[in-house]
């Protein structure tokens, strides 16, 4: 799949809402609104999920319509469904701003220049960013926390980062 054809997660499914076939849609962008003018949202093999025709904001989801839903059962159904979409309906970030998806696929150097890994995925487990490290060499994938001490260059354009591996526990630092 192409750069600029990577899908998006953009929000989840949660079931019906109410009896007149309305349906709860857990939203992960900054505005839940959004999902709305994104037209077909799509399942994660890029078929159409689910089209959003009206909606309401309600906390971090929206609650609405859908072309696909009649029914509280059919919305019901649907719980559970992740939904897309293609990289390209985003708007370019500023500068000095970037999608955290733009960060998968980039190389992982140290400091020297030696290539430790690609980026895999970037992962949140409930505190902060972490990046899933594919090695080089083969093997376990590892984490690297995304933070200015781990990872204190981007060069996204240039299809790299600088990672800084944190001192293992046990090792020390020379002296």
Known sequence: MAADSKLILVG??????????????????????????YGVLLRADGSPGLTLTSARPEKTAVVGRAKEIATKEQADALRGLKLYIPRDKLPEPDEDEFYLTDLVGLEARDPDGLVLGMVKSVQNFGADDIL????????????????????????????????VRPTEVGEREPD
Do not use: C, N
Not at 12 to 36: C, H, I, N, S, Y
């Open 132 to 163: 899933e490290i594919a090695p080089a060499q083969g093997g376990p994938t590892w984490y690297l926390p995304f933070t200015k001490e781990a990872v204190p260059d981007l060069h996204i354009a240039d299809g790299w980062l600088l990672a």
């Open 12 to 37: 989840q499914v949660a079931g019906g809402f109410g009896v007149k076939g309305e349906v709860r849609v857990t939203a992960w962008t900054a505005d839940p609104m959004a999902l709305l003018s």
